[in-house]
Nanobody, 120 residues
Framework: QVRLVESGGGLVQAGDSLRLSCAAS???????MGWFRQAPGKEREFVAA???????SYADSVKGRFTISRDVAENTVYLQMNSLKPEDTAVYFC???????????????WGQGTHVTVSS
């Protein structure tokens, strides 16, 4: 059974930092891992992704503020979020896929999401 468990969300003030984690289990190989987010009343949108080659990609809205990294041995992906803005408020979903996916492509497997709220 494949399972992705996110952690690290919370309530912070604008300008603060948060680090999200996502641990995957039940898969022997994961090529692409990444994060999407969904704000209230909006569609889910791509945030960042990292491939097995360590190639990373980011949405324009988070470039320079967010950093994605990965522990391949632990099947864990991280999202370091700095200089948070109120518009970053959303539920953040971790995804994993056995394929080499381009940025923004939906994943095979998803976590349940972790809430991030940024107050002004």
């Amino acid at each position: 059974q494949v399972r992705l468990v996110e952690s690290g969300g919370g309530l912070v003030q604008a300008g603060d930092s948060l680090r999200l984690s996502c641990a995957a289990s039940g898969l022997t190989f994961i090529y692409t891992m990444g994060w999407f987010r969904q704000a209230p009343g909006k569609e889910r949108e791509f945030v960042a992704a990292i491939r097995a080659s360590d190639m990373t990609s980011y949405a324009d809205s988070v470039k320079g503020r967010f950093t994605i990294s990965r522990d391949v041995a632990e099947n864990t992906v991280y999202l370091q979020m700095n200089s948070l803005k109120p518009e970053d408020t959303a539920v953040y979903f971790c995804g994993a896929d056995r394929r080499d996916l381009g940025p923004g492509r939906p994943y095979e497997y998803w976590g349940q999401g972790t809430h991030v709220t940024v107050s002004s």
